[in-house]
């Protein structure tokens, strides 16, 4: 099966055009959202739960092919998004439950 890296370097796409496309997916994933949650003026749009859910992986397969468009093998896209996902991951938490044990 191809995976995000298969399919990556198999489409021929600048690292612009992927910046691009990762822009319009977060459009479509917005719209898609603020017409879930009856936001003012998006509500007619009738998306559902599942649109919202699509869009979300719509522009996390978009995000991927960046990353994989800038590693060289398979091995190294999946070690660097294992690394970097541990990192930001960790920050995240931090950011989210502070640790209490230091001066404010
Ligand atoms: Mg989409």
């Known amino acids: 099966m191809f995976g995000i890296?298969?399919?990556?370097?198999?489409?021929?796409?600048?690292l612009q055009e992927r910046a691009l496309?990762?822009?319009e997916e977060a459009?479509?994933?917005a719209q898609a959202v603020l017409s879930v949650t009856n936001a003012p003026g998006s509500a007619y749009k009738n998306h559902s739960i599942d649109d919202v859910r699509e869009e979300a992986v719509d522009a996390a397969i978009v995000a991927l092919s960046l990353l994989a468009h800038t590693t060289e093998t398979r091995e190294e896209f999946?070690?660097?998004l294992h690394r970097?996902?541990?990192?930001k991951c960790a920050k995240?938490?931090?950011?989210?439950?502070p640790r209490r044990d230091l001066p404010e």
């Open 21 to 23: 496309k990762l822009s």
């Open 27 to 29: 459009g479509e994933l």
């Open 92 to 97: 995240w938490s931090e950011k989210i439950s």
């Open 5 to 14: 890296y298969e399919l990556t370097k198999t489409d021929p796409k600048s």
């Open 84 to 87: 970097l996902m541990i990192g």
């Open 78 to 80: 999946e070690n660097e």
